[in-house]
Nanobody, 120 residues
Framework: QVRLVESGGGLVQPGGSLRLSCAAS????????MAWYRQAPGKQCELVAS???????NYKDFVKGRFTISRDTTKSTVALQMNTLKPEDTAVYYC??????????????WGQGTQVTVSS
């Protein structure tokens, strides 16, 4: 069974940095996009950043200029470099990978999440 495993979460002070990584348990074929989402207690799950075809990236305004998403499709990995962290960035971060298998069948996998806490 395919599993995505996140790592790199933890406790940091405001203004600090963390690098999150996510790796699939096996090579995934036909990857179309990878993304990071986050969910704070009592809040909706929200998209943070995504990377798609040709390495095109998209960022939500509240992380633009502070976070950087990168990927290696050959290794089925995706990372999120987070700088200048703010208390409002505190949340559980989830990685997601989707694509299509031979024959056109689509797939989508999610990690179990990693906690990021930004506090003094």
């Amino acid at each position: 069974q395919v599993r995505l495993v996140e790592s790199g979460g933890g406790l940091v002070q405001p203004g600090g940095s963390l690098r999150l990584s996510c790796a699939a348990s096996e090579a995934l074929p036909g990857i179309m996009s990878m993304a990071w989402y986050r969910q704070a207690p009592g809040k909706q799950c929200e998209l943070v950043a995504s990377i798609g075809l040709n390495g095109r990236t998209n960022y939500k305004d509240f992380v633009k200029g502070r976070f950087t998403i990168s990927r290696d499709t050959t290794k089925s990995t995706v990372a999120l470099q987070m700088n200048t962290l703010k208390p409002e960035d505190t949340a559980v971060y989830y990685c997601c990978m989707n694509g299509h298998r031979r024959g056109g069948a689509q797939y989508e996998y999610w990690g179990q999440g990693t906690q990021v806490t930004v506090s003094s």
